[in-house]
C-alpha cells in the first residue's frame, strides 16, 4: 500500500520565509505519519491573492532554490513531495508551478497550462503539457488547481499511465447545495472514475485579503469516491493500492480506455443540421 | 423558461407493443404537465438484458415504424421527445438508438457509440458522433448512457453549442457510498459544469432477469447541481432557463470554453521523462 498524504495549510501572502518554512514543516511531519507521497497547495510558498505583478515577483524563487532540497532532506529518504510555488523563469516571467521532488531533491516543475482568472495578470501560461514522472512509488502526473477541471489534461494523463494524479490547488469558496462536494471535487471524481486512477487535491485553507477559501482537500479513490478530506489540523490521509489502476477492464467486454472512439472525437465543430 | 420531463419507466424485455404504449403514454402525461423537453429511458421499447441477437431483432424496429408518430402526436403540437429504441439499420445490423421527434415527427435518429459490456454482442457500434439538433425549444444534443462517460462526447457537444443534452439510459446498480449520487451521475455533474450546459439523464427502473437497475434519473443544471431526481412515480421535472448556457464566461477573465487549451492536449502517448 501507498500512503498518500495531504496537508492543507494556510500560506500568508507575501511571506516567502515563513511560508517556506511551514511548507518544510509540513513535509517533515507528513513523513513522520509514514507518507509516501506528500501533497501541499498550489503556491504554499507565496501566498496566492497579489496585487500587482510586482508583488508576485518579489515572491518568485527559481528550480534551483534551496527549498527543494529542504522539501528533499525532509522527505527522510523515502517520500515523494508535490507543492506549488511561484517560479521565476529563466526568461524572466512569472508561472504557477509545482515542484516534484524525491529524497534525490527536484525531479520535474510543472507549469501551470489553464490560468484562473486574474492569475493572468501576473503569470505566463505554461507551453508544455503536465508530466507524468515514474517515482520509486508509483507513477505520478501533475496538474494545478483549474487545470483538473480540463478533461483533456486527467485523459491526457490517464492515458499515459499515470496511478495517481497530484493536484496543488487554492479553490476560492462558492456556493454549493448542502451535502454536496466542493464542484471542482466533483470533477475530479469523474476524471478518476472514468480513467480509474487516483486523484490526490491538496486546497489551503484561511482567508487572504478577504478572499475565502474552500478548504476541499480530497483523496479519491480509482473508482471516484472521496476517501479523505482534511481532518481539523489540515491532514488528509490515505492508504491506497496504486496498482489497482493498471488495468481499465470493468467486465469481461468493457475497458474504459479500450472503448474510446478517438476516430469520432472532435468531429463537430458547429451545430449539425438534422440528419 | 423550458420545462424538462424526464420520466423513468420500467419497460418489460420482449414486449414491444406494452412498451410502445407506456412511452407513448408517458409522453401524453408528459405533456399535460406541460413539458417542452420529453426524455425517456434507452431501449424503452425493447428492454435490455437480451438472451441472443435474435432476441434483439425480434424487438427492432426502424426509423419510420409508426411508433415516432404516435409520439409526435402525444407531443401535442409543443413537445420534443427523446427517447431510446432497438433499432434496425437498412443495413440489416442492430442499433442502440435514440429519436427526437417533434410535433412535425422523426428529426433525427443517434445511434450509441460507446457500447455498454454485452451490448457488443447484439449491437453494432454507432459510426457517427452524436448530433446536435435546433430545435423549436433549443439546441438539443444526444448521447446514450455509457457515452456521457466519456467526456470527449460531452465536450463536443458542449462546443457545438448544445444548452441541453438528452440521455435515455439504463444504468445497471451497483455499489456507491452513502449519500453520493449515483457515479455516472457524478459524471454528468461534471460535464454540465465545465460546459455550462443542462443535462438530463433518464433512467428505468424495475428488476429485468435479475438485474437490478439504478433509478437514477437526473436533471442538472448549467453550473453541475442535481436539481430534480424521479419522484415515486418516475417524474423528474425542471424548468430551466437554457439561454444560461449561451455565455461560458465566469469572471471578466475567465472562460470554460475560451480558457481551453486544444494545442496542448493529446501530447502525451507514453510515459514521459521528468524534465
Known amino acids: 500500500m501507498t500512503r498518500i ?155 499515459a499511465g499515470a496511478e495517481l494524479v497530484t493536484v496543488p490547488t487554492n479553490w476560492p469558496l462558492g456556493p454549493r447545495p448542502q451535502g454536496e462536494h466542493p464542484p471542482e471535487v466533483v470533477v475530479a471524481m469523474a476524471a478518476a472514475r472514468i480513467n480509474r486512477m487516483f486523484i490526490a487535491c491538496c486546497d489551503r485553507t484561511g482567508t487572504e485579503r478577504g478572499q475565502q477559501w474552500t478548504a476541499g482537500t480530497s483523496l479519491i479513490d480509482e473508482a471516484g469516491w472521496v476517501i479523505a478530506t482534511a481532518d481539523d489540523d489540515g491532514w488528509a490521509i490515505a492508504d491506497v493500492d496504486l496498482a489497482a489502476t493498471r488495468s481499465k477492464t470493468l467486465t469481461e467486454l468493457a475497458d474504459l480506455h479500450g472503448d474510446r472512439r478517438p476516430e469520432l472525437y472532435g468531429r463537430i465543430a458547429a451545430p449539425s443540421q438534422p440528419v
Open 5 to 159: 498524504v495531504c496537508r492543507q495549510l494556510a500560506p500568508r501572502v507575501g511571506e516567502l520565509g515563513p511560508n517556506s518554512e511551514l511548507s518544510v514543516q509540513a513535509v517533515r511531519e507528513a513523513v513522520a505519519r509514514r507518507a509516501d507521497v506528500v501533497v501541499l497547495p498550489e503556491l504554499v510558498t507565496s501566498g496566492y491573492v497579489f496585487e500587482s505583478k510586482e508583488e508576485a515577483a518579489s515572491m518568485a524563487i527559481t528550480p534551483d532554490h534551496e527549498l527543494f532540497s529542504f522539501w528533499a532532506d525532509a522527505a527522510g529518504g523515502k517520500a515523494v513531495v508535490v507543492g506549488g510555488f511561484c517560479e521565476e523563469g529563466a526568461d524572466g516571467l512569472l508561472y504557477n508551478s509545482a515542484a516534484l521532488v524525491d529524497p534525490s531533491g527536484l525531479v520535474a516543475v510543472y507549469r501551470k497550462v489553464h490560468l484562473w482568472d486574474r492569475e493572468k495578470l501576473w503569470f505566463e501560461p505554461g507551453s508544455d503539457p503536465p508530466p507524468v514522472i515514474d517515482t520509486h512509488v508509483g507513477r505520478i502526473g501533475l496538474l494545478i488547481c483549474y487545470d483538473v477541471e480540463f478533461p483533456e489534461m486527467t485523459r491526457m494523463l490517464g492515458l
